[in-house]
């Protein structure tokens, strides 16, 4: 018989007042994946994470993690999850070590603390106390903290938000390694070259509800062109055709987005000749034009019309 969902929610519904911050979500979170859940602010997200660890009470729908439901198996449940916060504040006069020891002693199981601490790779700090540790070593020692339960299934809220580079490259492998040993992961973040490298699948919400869910590839194929095509223009009588630029050769699409004329093309080389002579003829003055492969972040936007982080 294999093995339940970690997560699955159908018909997930949070009202307050006469807001609606979860309007019917549908959502399948399976085993072993480190599934990246998107949105702006406001969009519902959170909400959701802490309906499904159990920290909120939805108003209607079925909510299973790892196959179990909060109102009849929270013990069950609270000795198989955990979570990382973005802000986690440690008791400053405890080492690294002490620490960790504190929070295997909460759990019936868990892993050995020596082996948590190399997981993190802080063995040069298990005597150090946590006021001295820099944010990239309080950050580890928070999610180490999070898997010495060895968990099941492990959510992140914005794990890496205020590192550095490298500190949050080390987060990263610590991650990598967790799912590679068999755990699942709902990770929430801002950045989406983070969500592109752990990300199995990523499910984007806005107004509460789920508006794409894929792998990052697949949503970056959705764009239509593997390349975005970014344009300012002078001041106008009248705005760029979209539909006229859109469907030239090799462009796929063509928007506004913050004042910018945004396209995205399958073939640079084919498809600028014919978007500047297309302005040109329309009177339109080029100010300035960039271009960049296609991310997340253009997915993002595309969908939502705002940066992530807005």
Same mark, same amino acid.
């Given at each position: 018989?294999?093995?339940?969902?970690?997560?699955?929610?159908?018909?997930?519904?949070?009202?307050?007042?006469?807001?609606?911050?979860?309007?019917?979500?549908?959502?399948?979170?399976?085993?072993?994946?480190?599934?990246?859940?998107?949105?702006?602010?406001?969009?519902?997200?959170?909400?959701?994470?802490?309906?499904?660890?159990?920290?909120?009470?939805?108003?209607?729908?079925?909510?299973?993690?790892?196959?179990?439901?909060?109102?009849?198996?929270?013990?069950?449940?609270?000795?198989?999850?955990?979570?990382?916060?973005?802000?986690?504040?440690?008791?400053?006069?405890?080492?690294?070590?002490?620490?960790?020891?504190?929070?295997?002693?909460?759990?019936?199981?868990?892993?050995?603390?020596?082996?948590?601490?190399?997981?993190?790779?802080?063995?040069?700090?298990?005597?150090?106390?946590?006021?001295?540790?820099?944010?990239?070593?309080?950050?580890?020692?928070?999610?180490?903290?999070?898997?010495?339960?060895?968990?099941?299934?492990?959510?992140?809220?914005?794990?890496?938000?205020?590192?550095?580079?490298?500190?949050?490259?080390?987060?990263?492998?610590?991650?990598?390694?967790?799912?590679?040993?068999?755990?699942?992961?709902?990770?929430?973040?801002?950045?989406?070259?983070?969500?592109?490298?752990?990300?199995?699948?990523?499910?984007?919400?806005?107004?509460?509800?789920?508006?794409?869910?894929?792998?990052?590839?697949?949503?970056?194929?959705?764009?239509?062109?593997?390349?975005?095509? =970014? +344009?300012?223009? /002078?001041?106008?009588?009248?705005?760029?055709? %979209? &539909? #006229?630029? *859109?469907?030239?050769?090799?462009?796929? $699409?063509?928007?506004?987005?913050?004042?910018?004329?945004?396209?995205?093309?399958? =073939? +640079?080389?084919? /498809?600028?000749?014919?978007?500047?002579?297309? %302005? &040109? #003829?329309? *009177?339109?003055?080029?100010?300035?034009? $960039?271009?960049?492969?296609?991310?997340?972040?253009?997915?993002?936007?595309?969908?939502?019309?705002?940066?992530?982080?807005?």
């Amino acid at each position: 018989m294999s093995e339940p969902d970690a997560v699955s929610c159908r018909g997930l519904v949070k009202e307050y007042d006469e807001v609606v911050a979860v309007d019917g979500l549908d959502l399948t979170v399976r085993r072993g994946e480190c599934f990246g859940l998107l949105g702006p602010n406001g969009a519902g997200k959170t909400t959701t994470v802490e309906i499904l660890e159990g920290l909120l009470e939805p108003t209607s729908g079925e909510v299973l993690v790892l196959g179990k439901t909060w109102e009849r198996d929270e013990h069950w449940l609270r000795e198989r999850i955990s979570l990382s916060l973005q802000q986690t504040y440690l008791p400053d006069k405890l080492t690294v070590r002490e620490t960790i020891r504190l929070f295997r002693s909460f759990f019936a199981r868990g892993r050995d603390v020596e082996d948590t601490i190399r997981m993190v790779a802080l063995e040069e700090k298990a005597k150090a106390k946590y006021e001295t540790l820099s944010g990239g070593q309080r950050q580890r020692l928070a999610v180490a903290c999070a898997l010495v339960s060895d968990p099941d299934l492990l959510f992140l809220d914005e794990p890496t938000t205020g590192l550095d580079p490298q500190s949050r490259r080390m987060l990263w492998e610590v991650i990598v390694a967790y799912k590679r040993g068999g755990g699942s992961v709902v990770l929430t973040t801002h950045y989406m070259d983070e969500a592109e490298r752990l990300c199995d699948r990523v499910g984007v919400m806005d107004h509460g509800k789920l508006i794409a869910l894929g792998t990052p590839e697949e949503l970056i194929r959705s764009l239509g062109g593997q390349e975005i095509v =970014e +344009l300012s223009l /002078a001041e106008a009588e009248h705005a760029p055709d %979209l &539909a #006229a630029l *859109g469907s030239l050769p090799a462009v796929h $699409s063509a928007k506004m987005q913050a004042g910018r004329l945004v396209l995205a093309v399958e =073939e +640079l080389h084919v /498809a600028l000749p014919g978007v500047l002579a297309a %302005l &040109a #003829a329309a *009177g339109l003055v080029l100010e300035n034009l $960039s271009t960049h492969r296609a991310t997340l972040e253009d997915v993002f936007v595309n969908l939502t019309g705002r940066q992530l982080r807005e």
